[in-house]
Each structure stands twice: as structure tokens, then as C-alpha cells.
């Protein structure tokens, strides 16, 4: 998590003004591009929840992060826009999305159920720490240029993927527990092993329950608001800070510094919706964020945006953790990852949106003060959203209790 976002999303924003220094781009330009890959990572998303679901996430993993890995190499070799669309959309959006957020959600929301919201919380702190990478790509784009930056990261991507995949476990059934680390009688052999158990899924949705219910669509909708906002910010972070007068390497710190900065809502946030209603708290978050968004659309220097980036910090990092665990809180484990799917096909909306509205405002008016002012209404949007999204009401269903796994 801490690659997808320290690389994959702030630390992307380092190449934006070399890119267009040397190829001549616009911001607009390359923000189509960024979002033209969360447009194919939004179609897949359902065929990747699937797989998730059906295979593990182990294997996708082993997939994803060496693809996104080669797509860096084949970054510091392109020549021209084609080849940076089909190496950053194909490969590096690809492998993100086939190796990242998908198959890790998924394997934390099948293995804890009562404390739900604080291992999401410490999973999602990975993202923060993800803010150090940041500067790190910053600097070596400035010191070594892009190509080498990029040659470097690629590298270091396809050498830690297989390490990450091997650690990663579906379901606790498959190796004789159940959520939590609970351990059933009679789960050990005769020489002491664990041995697959039956898994209770029976109350469970499937995905085709749960995009029959209006909460599943109330709570994506909010969340591609809530998206609208963090791609359209999030990417341009890095040039935002450039215009307000900071140095390259500054401009990459403070993008960097966004994640750190998060950690306390990702997992503090997170872990209060283990005791107080988790809608409650996306919907407090989201205000915050929209005031902090009017600040920032109003400073006029690097000095001035700082107290207010730790509030935006903050309350951004609990609104991206909370709804991954709600959803599993209100339509479980069984279809979780095929459900996350289709919600990111929606999610993606904002997600392409917003570079491009950041980009297209920022060329037309030489400035971003305009698409910030309108990322606070959507942040407002999302959060009468949250509102509407109440418990589903529980499938009614007879049938097996249950059904055997195997280890993965």
C-alpha cells in the first residue's frame, strides 16, 4: 500500500513538469493519460474482485506488482505520448490495480471481523508511509533525471513483489481459524496442524444482492465524490506547491508529507468506527475537508498552506480507510472483493475527473483555485451521501451453513 500510493499516486506528481518540459504536454495532457488508467482499472475492477475472490490474492499479486515494476523500466525508455499511454495505462495502472488495493483490502476484511476498523486502519497506514517515498522519487528525479528515476523505481518494484505476494493468506478458514485468530475445537490433527475449516458465509451478500440494495449505491456514489476530490488534489499536489514557490525537491516533501500526515486519521479514524458509527465519522471527516480545501484554494504561499495541509491530511485519511471496512461490515466476506469491483467501476468516475478538471482549470486560468473551491462542494456532496447510506437489510436465504476451503 505504501508503493501504490508513495510511487503510484503522490509520487507520480514528480514527473508532471519534466514530462511536459521535455515532451512539451500540458498538465491537461498527462492528466488524461492518468486518468485514462484508472478508467481501465475501474472496468476490470469487477473481473479482479472475482479472481480475488476465486483465487486469492496471492497469485494477482504475483502478477500485478512485477507488471507494475516493468511498466516503470519501460517508462524511462519512451520516446513519445503513445508510448507513455500504453506503458503507464497497461502496465503501471495494471499492475497497480491487479497487485495493490484489491487483493490486500480483501485479505484484511476476511481475517478480522470484531476490530475490523483498527486493522484496516493499520493496513491504510501503509499509505501514509507511503508519503516518504515521495520526496525520495522527487529527488532522484532532480539529481538523475526522470528516465533514471523511473529506470530505479521499476527496479525496485519488480524486486519486492514476490517477497510481498508470499506473506499474503485469503481466508483464516483455510489455514484452521477463524476471524480474529479464533481457533475452533477440533481444529488440529493428531499431530498438531491446523486443518481447513468450514466457513460460515450463509448471511452474507452476494454481489448481486448487494448492488440490489440502495446502500451499496449511496456509499459508492460518496465515495466517487470523495475520489473527485483526493485525484483531482492528490496528483497535482507536487506542481500546486511549485506555483505557490517552492523548489522541486520542497514541492515533492510537503506532497510526501501528505501521507504522513494521514496516518493519524487513517488509523485513529479507522479505529473510532469500531465504537462509534462509522457513517458518523466519514461524514464529520468530509466537512473537515471541505473547509481545509477552501483554505487551500486561498493561500497564497507555501507558509500559509501548511496548518491547513494537516487538517486535509487528517480527515483524507480517514475517509479513504473507513468505507473499505464498512463495506465488509455491512455485506461480508463472501463477495467482498467482487463487490469492491464494481464499486470501483463507479468510484472511477471521480477518480478520472478529477486530474482532468485540475488540469483543465489550472492551463485555462493559470491557477488551481477554481477546481479546489469546486472539490469542496463535492466533498460536501459526499458527505449528505454517507448519510443515506443506512444498514442493508440481510439476505434471506436457505442453504448450506457454509462451504470447505482448501489452502490456498
Known amino acids: 500500500m505504501s508503493i501504490a500510493s508513495g510511487i503510484n499516486f503522490h509520487g507520480f506528481g514528480n514527473f508532471i513538469i519534466p514530462l511536459g518540459r521535455e515532451f512539451g504536454w500540458s498538465r491537461t495532457t498527462i492528466s488524461v493519460i492518468f486518468s485514462a488508467a484508472r478508467l481501465e482499472s475501474g472496468l476490470l475492477g469487477p473481473i479482479e474482485g472475482w479472481a480475488v475472490d476465486k483465487f486469492g490474492p496471492r497469485r494477482l499479486i504475483l502478477v500485478g506488482i512485477p507488471l507494475m515494476g516493468l511498466g516503470y523500466i519501460g517508462l524511462s525508455f519512451i520516446n513519445g505520448l503513445l508510448a507513455f499511454f500504453f506503458v503507464y495505462v ?4 495494471l ?13 484484511a476484511a476476511n481475517w478480522f471481523n470484531r476490530r475490523r476498523g483498527l486493522a484496516f486502519g493499520i493496513m491504510w497506514s501503509g499509505v501514509g508511509l507511503g508519503g516518504l517515498f515521495v520526496p525520495a522519487v522527487g529527488w532522484l528525479v532532480e539529481t538523475y533525471g526522470w528516465r533514471t528515476a523511473a529506470l530505479v523505481i521499476g527496479v525496485f518494484i519488480t524486486v519486492i513483489g514476490p517477497p510481498v505476494a508470499s506473506v499474503m493468506r485469503h481466508r483464516p478458514e483455510q489455514y484452521g481459524y477463524y476471524p480474529d485468530g479464533i481457533e475452533p475445537e477440533g481444529a488440529r ?55 505557490l514557490g517552492a523548489s522541486n525537491v520542497t514541492a515533492a516533501a510537503l506532497a510526501g508529507s501528505v501521507g504522513l500526515m494521514s496516518i493519524p486519521g487513517r488509523f485513529g479514524l479507522s479505529a473510532l468506527g469500531d ?5 458518523y465519522v466519514m461524514a464529520a471527516s468530509l466537512a473537515v475537508m471541505s473547509v481545509s480545501i477552501v483554505f487551500m484554494a486561498r493561500a497564497e504561499n507555501v507558509t500559509a498552506v501548511i496548518p491547513v495541509l494537516i487538517v486535509f491530511s487528517a480527515s483524507q485519511g480517514g475517509i479513504s480507510v473507513i468505507p473499505q471496512s464498512l463495506i465488509a461490515d455491512y455485506f461480508g466476506r463472501r463477495a467482498y472483493a467482487t463487490i469492491q469491483g464494481f464499486r470501483s467501476s463507479i468510484q472511477m468516475l471521480g477518480i478520472i475527473a478529477g486530474p482532468i478538471i485540475s488540469g483543465y482549470i489550472f492551463d485555462t486560468t493559470g491557477s488551481y483555485t477554481n477546481a479546489f473551491l469546486g472539490f469542496s462542494v463535492a466533498a460536501l456532496l459526499s458527505m449528505a451521501l454517507v448519510f443515506m447510506a443506512r444498514p442493508p437489510q440481510k439476505p434471506a436465504r436457505r442453504g448450506r451453513p457454509g462451504f470447505p476451503l482448501s489452502r490456498e
Open 90 to 93: 497497461f502496465m503501471i495502472a
Open 95 to 107: 499492475g497497480n490495480s491487479l497487485g495493490m488495493s484489491t487483493p490486500i483490502t480483501a485479505a
Open 189 to 243: 490433527d493428531s499431530q498438531g496442524r491446523t486443518r481447513p475449516i468450514r466457513a460460515d458465509l450463509s448471511n452474507d451478500f452476494t454481489a448481486r444482492e448487494a448492488l440490489r440494495t440502495s446502500s451499496f449505491w449511496y456509499l459508492t456514489l460518496s465515495i466517487m465524490a470523495r475520489s473527485l476530490v483526493s485525484g483531482g488534489i492528490g496528483l497535482h499536489l507536487v506542481p500546486f506547491f511549485v506555483d
Open 275 to 279: 465504537y462509534v458509527n462509522k457513517r
